[in-house]
């Protein structure tokens, strides 16, 4: 709606996947090294934590397209919550790339299926990955153990897949609470807030992925936007979005600390309670 109006190309702050507008912001940078040498040396597991709006989704999915072919292929669960017996059958299915013929949906054919297609994977020379998003929410120990007992499938001595668990800090307690899963996860990464510079370059580098040709935001409203948003980039985005269409309707050339005040206290207003 607003796009030609400020000279831009597409929405600078949608919820996106698209590669141009991953911000490589110091924590998410140093988390991503930390992934790639997991996976690269086929570790058992990894964990990926942080409060939600953080961009965790959206390192994974750099993530997944800077790496090899050879770690492959790649399973992205993003409904963890699922009784044993279905989270094995959906991860034989996306592993084998094919449903089960009649009679071979017991859980010990579920079973067998990940253990041929690891052992095939590996004998072609790949890697798989589980990656399990919004993992807090999964809250059933016996699905727990039965992604710790993932990691007991081994080839020629080496973990037959790596597995990555991504979610918010409530998970943290939850494998406290499993230390035979915990302990089988070489690396820890926890994303925290953007600081103000980090804010305001993450502000202009959307704007110049959208195709921005000049400022939009006053050097004040970037600094307004960080302190409102806390660092979160979520929020940035939702105000920065809200701002420039607001700023459209009122025929604005330029958005300052005000209008992202507005907008802000529009937000908290229309809230729920």
């Known amino acids: 709606m607003y796009e030609a109006y400020w000279g831009l190309d597409t929405k600078p702050f949608e919820p996106t996947s698209d590669p141009r507008f991953y911000y490589p912001g110091e924590a998410h940078q140093g988390a ?17 934590t ?20 050879s770690l492959a292929p790649r399973v ?4 963890p919550q699922l009784p044993p017996d279905q989270l094995l059958s959906y991860l034989a ?11 071979e949906t017991s ?17 072609a020379g790949r890697h798989a990955v589980l990656a399990v998003d919004e993992a807090q929410l999964v809250c059933d120990p016996v699905t727990l153990e039965t992604l ?38 070489a690396v820890k990464c926890l994303l925290r807030p953007l600081h103000l510079e980090e804010s305001i370059s993450y502000i ?14 006053t050097p004040a409203a970037m600094e307004t936007v960080h302190h409102l948003a806390h660092g979160v980039p979520r929020k940035i985005n939702r105000l920065c979005d809200l701002s420039l269409l607001i700023a459209f309707a009122e025929e604005r050339t330029e958005i300052g600390p005000e209008q992202i005040e507005a907008v802000s206290g529009e937000l908290i207003t229309v809230a729920p309670e």
Not at 62 to 69: A, V, Y
Not at 76 to 79: A, D, I, Q, T
Not at 93 to 103: F, K, Q, V
Not at 204 to 217: E, K, M, P
């Open 148 to 185: 710790r007992l993932l990691l007991n499938f081994e080839v020629d001595a080496h973990p037959g897949l790596t597995l990555l668990l991504i979610g918010q800090p409530s998970l943290l307690p939850t494998m406290q609470r499993m230390p035979g899963l915990e302990e089988r996860l």
């Open 32 to 48: 991503l090294l930390k992934l790639r040498y997991v996976l690269e040396s086929r570790r058992g597991g990894a964990l990926l």
């Open 76 to 79: 992205h669960l993003v409904f």
């Open 107 to 123: 859980l010990h054919q579920c079973v067998r299926r990940i253990q041929t297609a690891l052992t095939e994977i590996h004998e």
């Open 204 to 217: 202009s580098h959307r704007l110049t992925a959208a195709g921005a040709r000049r400022a939009v935001f």
């Open 93 to 103: 299915d996306e592993l084998t790339n094919e449903r089960p013929r009649a009679g």
């Open 50 to 69: 942080g409060a939600a709006g953080l961009g965790k989704t959206l390192l994974v999915q750099s993530l997944f397209r800077q790496l090899p072919e």
